[in-house]
């Protein structure tokens, strides 16, 4: 029993690595970009907020612990950003390598409890998932409203890009979707987005 609780000690020093991996996106009241911890655990919190407008019900422990879990392979894979697809050309097999190096380091059945959330994640195909996804793609449009479209200027991302990024949340909000398109249209109207 020791011997395990070891182990989850040590991976549990592991995963704060996750603190160290930087995303594009800027937070609020400071002049850097969010790391991958920041952006899991406010994913996380916005589930109890946003969960009554999810399309089908869930459940919200899950849910949470889906946002937790969804991007501690980029601790070994590192982020992809969403809007290069060059990046994104072998992001499933390094985030599947990173997976299996990450989640080994657990015994059982903790190893397959933190593996299959990732993997249930990734598939998107459960009312938790879907949800769990349209938090994703919230999270960092929210910033981006609040920081006047600041890493779509820096990245010269397109509406078009954006659009179809966003698009993904009506999976697991139809309601959260229309007023958060409304939003974007806006920021397009700002002049936010390259032309």
């Known amino acids: 029993m020791e011997d395990n609780l ?39 919190m916005m589930v109890p907020l946003l969960s009554r407008y999810s399309n089908e019900p869930i459940d919200e422990g899950k849910t949470i612990k889906l946002c937790l879990a969804h991007d501690l392979v980029e601790i070994y894979a590192g982020d992809t950003y969403c809007y290069d697809p060059k990046a994104g050309e072998d992001k499933a097999e390094r985030e599947n390598a990173a997976a299996k190096k990450l989640f080994s380091q657990l ?59 966003v698009s993904r949340i009506k999976d697991g909000s139809e309601e959260i979707f229309r007023s958060i398109y409304k939003k974007l249209e806006d920021a397009r109207d700002h002049g936010w987005f390259k032309v």
């Open 6 to 44: 070891e182990k989850i000690f040590i991976f549990i020093v592991e995963i704060d690595k996750l603190k160290t991996v930087y995303r594009q996106t800027y937070i609020l009241g400071e002049d850097r970009p969010e790391n991958d911890a920041e952006h899991s655990w406010h994913m996380a």
């Open 107 to 165: 015994d059982e059945p903790l190893r397959s409890e933190i593996s299959s959330l990732w993997t249930e994640f990734e598939d998107g195909k459960t009312p938790e998932a879907k949800f769990a996804a349209a938090m994703d793609r919230l999270q960092p449009l929210l910033l981006n409203l609040e920081r006047n479209g600041r890493s779509w200027i820096q990245h010269g991302v397109c509406f078009s890009q954006a659009e179809k990024r």
